[in-house]
Protein backbone atom coordinates (compact mmCIF):
# COMPACT_ATOMS: atom_id res chain seq x y z
CA UNK A 1 0.00 0.00 0.00
CA UNK A 2 1.48 3.37 -1.09
CA UNK A 3 0.93 5.84 1.84
CA UNK A 4 0.66 9.82 1.17
CA UNK A 5 2.83 11.61 3.68
CA UNK A 6 2.69 15.46 4.32
CA UNK A 7 6.08 16.76 4.89
CA UNK A 8 5.92 19.79 7.49
CA UNK A 9 9.54 20.97 8.60
CA UNK A 10 10.72 25.10 8.20
CA UNK A 11 14.17 23.78 6.52
CA UNK A 12 13.82 23.32 2.83
CA UNK A 13 16.55 21.26 2.75
CA UNK A 14 15.52 19.07 5.45
CA UNK A 15 12.44 18.82 3.29
CA UNK A 16 14.10 17.75 0.25
CA UNK A 17 15.74 15.37 2.42
CA UNK A 18 13.01 13.78 3.65
CA UNK A 19 10.88 13.57 0.25
CA UNK A 20 13.92 11.75 -0.87
CA UNK A 21 14.26 9.26 1.99
CA UNK A 22 10.62 8.35 1.81
CA UNK A 23 9.65 8.54 -1.90
CA UNK A 24 12.00 4.96 -1.88
CA UNK A 25 9.89 2.96 0.07
CA UNK A 26 6.10 2.74 -1.48
CA UNK A 27 5.73 6.24 0.19
CA UNK A 28 4.38 8.95 -2.18
CA UNK A 29 4.93 13.01 -0.66
CA UNK A 30 2.13 14.68 -1.56
CA UNK A 31 2.75 18.39 -0.41
CA UNK A 32 4.98 19.97 2.42
CA UNK A 33 4.74 22.89 4.73
CA UNK A 34 7.02 25.43 6.14
CA UNK A 35 5.15 25.76 9.11
CA UNK A 36 2.24 24.64 11.41
CA UNK A 37 -0.64 26.83 10.35
CA UNK A 38 0.34 25.66 6.54
CA UNK A 39 0.68 21.98 7.84
CA UNK A 40 -3.19 22.30 8.74
CA UNK A 41 -4.14 24.38 5.47
CA UNK A 42 -2.49 21.40 3.38
CA UNK A 43 -3.98 18.15 5.29
CA UNK A 44 -7.86 19.77 5.04
CA UNK A 45 -6.92 20.13 1.27
CA UNK A 46 -4.91 16.97 0.35
CA UNK A 47 -6.08 14.35 2.88
CA UNK A 48 -2.65 12.89 3.49
CA UNK A 49 -2.47 9.15 5.08
CA UNK A 50 0.42 11.01 7.67
CA UNK A 51 2.12 14.13 8.50
CA UNK A 52 5.45 14.16 9.32
CA UNK A 53 5.95 17.26 11.18
CA UNK A 54 8.48 19.08 13.01
CA UNK A 55 8.37 20.41 16.58
CA UNK A 56 9.80 23.83 16.36
CA UNK A 57 8.43 25.92 13.43
CA UNK A 58 7.44 29.92 13.10
CA UNK A 59 4.11 31.11 14.31
CA UNK A 60 1.87 27.71 14.58
CA UNK A 61 4.21 24.73 16.16
CA UNK A 62 4.28 21.52 15.15
CA UNK A 63 2.34 20.75 18.67
CA UNK A 64 -0.43 22.63 18.30
CA UNK A 65 -1.16 21.89 14.59
CA UNK A 66 -0.58 18.63 15.65
CA UNK A 67 -3.67 19.05 18.26
CA UNK A 68 -6.02 20.82 15.03
CA UNK A 69 -4.92 17.64 12.68
CA UNK A 70 -5.88 15.07 15.50
CA UNK A 71 -9.08 17.30 16.72
CA UNK A 72 -10.57 17.21 12.81
CA UNK A 73 -9.32 14.08 11.90
CA UNK A 74 -7.45 15.06 8.89
CA UNK A 75 -4.72 12.34 9.29
CA UNK A 76 -2.21 10.71 11.25
CA UNK A 77 0.74 12.56 12.88
CA UNK A 78 4.02 11.10 13.19
CA UNK A 79 6.35 13.97 15.06
CA UNK A 80 10.18 14.05 13.62
CA UNK A 81 12.29 16.32 15.31
CA UNK A 82 15.54 17.13 16.56
CA UNK A 83 14.68 17.70 20.42
CA UNK A 84 13.97 14.48 22.60
CA UNK A 85 13.15 16.93 25.56
CA UNK A 86 10.36 15.60 27.53
CA UNK A 87 8.34 18.52 26.99
CA UNK A 88 8.00 18.22 23.20
CA UNK A 89 7.63 14.22 24.09
CA UNK A 90 4.85 14.45 26.15
CA UNK A 91 3.40 17.49 24.20
CA UNK A 92 3.03 15.31 21.44
CA UNK A 93 1.50 12.56 23.13
CA UNK A 94 -1.59 14.83 24.68
CA UNK A 95 -2.10 16.54 21.33
CA UNK A 96 -2.54 13.33 19.65
CA UNK A 97 0.65 12.25 17.45
CA UNK A 98 0.75 8.55 16.99
CA UNK A 99 4.39 8.53 16.88
CA UNK A 100 7.73 10.48 17.57
CA UNK A 101 11.04 9.71 16.12
CA UNK A 102 14.55 11.70 16.29
CA UNK A 103 15.97 13.40 13.06
CA UNK A 104 18.75 10.81 13.56
CA UNK A 105 16.55 7.48 12.65
CA UNK A 106 17.69 5.46 9.86
CA UNK A 107 16.08 5.48 6.86
CA UNK A 108 14.54 1.95 7.21
CA UNK A 109 13.10 3.07 10.84
CA UNK A 110 11.25 6.46 9.21
CA UNK A 111 9.97 3.67 6.37
CA UNK A 112 8.65 1.75 9.28
CA UNK A 113 7.74 4.24 11.53
CA UNK A 114 5.39 5.71 8.74
CA UNK A 115 3.90 2.81 7.45
CA UNK A 116 3.01 1.89 11.24
CA UNK A 117 1.19 4.93 12.00
CA UNK A 118 -0.76 4.79 8.60
CA UNK A 119 -1.68 1.39 9.95
CA UNK A 120 -2.93 2.96 12.99
CA UNK A 121 -0.34 1.52 14.98
CA UNK A 122 2.34 3.36 17.29
CA UNK A 123 5.92 4.30 16.61
CA UNK A 124 8.37 5.69 19.39
CA UNK A 125 11.96 6.52 18.91
CA UNK A 126 14.01 4.18 20.71
CA UNK A 127 16.05 7.08 22.75
CA UNK A 128 12.63 8.28 24.39
CA UNK A 129 11.24 4.90 25.07
CA UNK A 130 12.50 4.24 28.30
CA UNK A 131 11.65 7.77 29.68
CA UNK A 132 8.30 7.20 28.42
CA UNK A 133 8.19 4.12 30.61
CA UNK A 134 10.17 5.24 33.72
CA UNK A 135 7.68 8.27 33.06
CA UNK A 136 4.77 5.97 33.61
CA UNK A 137 6.02 3.71 36.56
CA UNK A 138 6.36 6.97 38.79
CA UNK A 139 3.06 8.42 37.80
CA UNK A 140 0.89 8.18 41.04
CA UNK A 141 -1.42 5.66 40.90
CA UNK A 142 -5.25 6.64 41.22
CA UNK A 143 -6.90 6.20 44.75
CA UNK A 144 -9.94 4.57 42.73
CA UNK A 145 -9.85 2.50 39.71
CA UNK A 146 -10.94 4.79 36.84
CA UNK A 147 -14.71 4.99 36.45
CA UNK A 148 -14.41 4.92 32.30
CA UNK A 149 -11.65 2.06 32.29
CA UNK A 150 -13.96 0.11 34.76
CA UNK A 151 -17.29 0.18 31.99
CA UNK A 152 -15.05 -1.67 29.27
CA UNK A 153 -15.81 -4.68 28.94
CA UNK A 154 -13.34 -7.64 29.49
CA UNK A 155 -12.29 -7.59 25.84
CA UNK A 156 -11.74 -4.22 25.64
CA UNK A 157 -9.61 -4.02 29.12
CA UNK A 158 -7.57 -7.16 27.21
CA UNK A 159 -7.27 -4.75 24.30
CA UNK A 160 -6.28 -1.74 26.56
CA UNK A 161 -3.80 -4.09 28.47
CA UNK A 162 -1.90 -4.99 25.35
CA UNK A 163 -1.75 -1.60 24.10
CA UNK A 164 -0.07 -0.85 27.60
CA UNK A 165 2.53 -3.15 26.57
CA UNK A 166 2.97 -1.70 23.26
CA UNK A 167 1.36 -4.19 21.08
CA UNK A 168 0.63 -3.64 17.66
CA UNK A 169 -2.57 -4.72 15.98
CA UNK A 170 -1.30 -7.56 14.80
CA UNK A 171 -0.12 -8.51 17.93
CA UNK A 172 -3.17 -7.92 19.45
CA UNK A 173 -5.21 -10.07 16.72
CA UNK A 174 -2.50 -12.81 17.85
CA UNK A 175 -2.31 -12.75 21.31
CA UNK A 176 -6.44 -12.63 21.63
CA UNK A 177 -7.19 -14.97 18.35
CA UNK A 178 -9.15 -12.29 16.48
CA UNK A 179 -8.93 -11.18 12.99
CA UNK A 180 -6.86 -7.98 12.62
CA UNK A 181 -9.44 -6.24 11.14
CA UNK A 182 -11.49 -7.00 14.62
CA UNK A 183 -8.77 -5.56 16.38
CA UNK A 184 -8.46 -2.56 14.77
CA UNK A 185 -12.25 -2.05 15.88
CA UNK A 186 -11.75 -3.27 19.15
CA UNK A 187 -8.72 -0.21 19.54
CA UNK A 188 -11.08 2.46 17.97
CA UNK A 189 -13.86 1.39 20.44
CA UNK A 190 -11.55 1.54 23.21
CA UNK A 191 -9.82 5.30 22.59
CA UNK A 192 -13.45 6.17 21.81
CA UNK A 193 -15.00 5.16 25.44
CA UNK A 194 -11.39 6.43 26.81
CA UNK A 195 -11.76 9.82 24.90
CA UNK A 196 -8.14 9.57 23.95
CA UNK A 197 -6.37 10.81 20.90
CA UNK A 198 -3.83 8.26 20.12
CA UNK A 199 -2.79 4.76 21.22
CA UNK A 200 0.04 6.03 23.51
CA UNK A 201 -2.19 8.29 25.40
CA UNK A 202 -4.39 4.73 26.28
CA UNK A 203 -1.50 3.18 26.35
CA UNK A 204 -1.02 5.91 29.23
CA UNK A 205 -4.06 5.26 31.18
CA UNK A 206 -3.18 1.21 30.88
CA UNK A 207 0.13 1.61 32.43
CA UNK A 208 -1.09 3.93 35.49
CA UNK A 209 -4.14 1.46 35.47
CA UNK A 210 -1.54 -1.33 36.12
CA UNK A 211 -3.53 -3.39 33.68
CA UNK A 212 -0.51 -3.77 30.84
CA UNK A 213 1.02 -6.27 33.68
CA UNK A 214 -2.23 -8.49 33.25
Known amino acids: MTVRVLVADDHAAIRA ?40 MPGTDGIDATRTIVAEALAEVLVLTTFDLDEYVFGAVRAGAAGFLLKSASAGALHAAVHAVARGEGALAPEVTRR ?5 RTAAAPAEPDPVIAELTEREREVLAGLGRGLSNADLAGELGISESTAKTHVSRVLGKLGVAS ?13 DEM
Open 132 to 136: MLDAF
Open 17 to 56: GLRALLESADIEVVGEAADGATAVRNARALRPDVVLMDVR
Open 199 to 211: RMEAAVLARRAAL
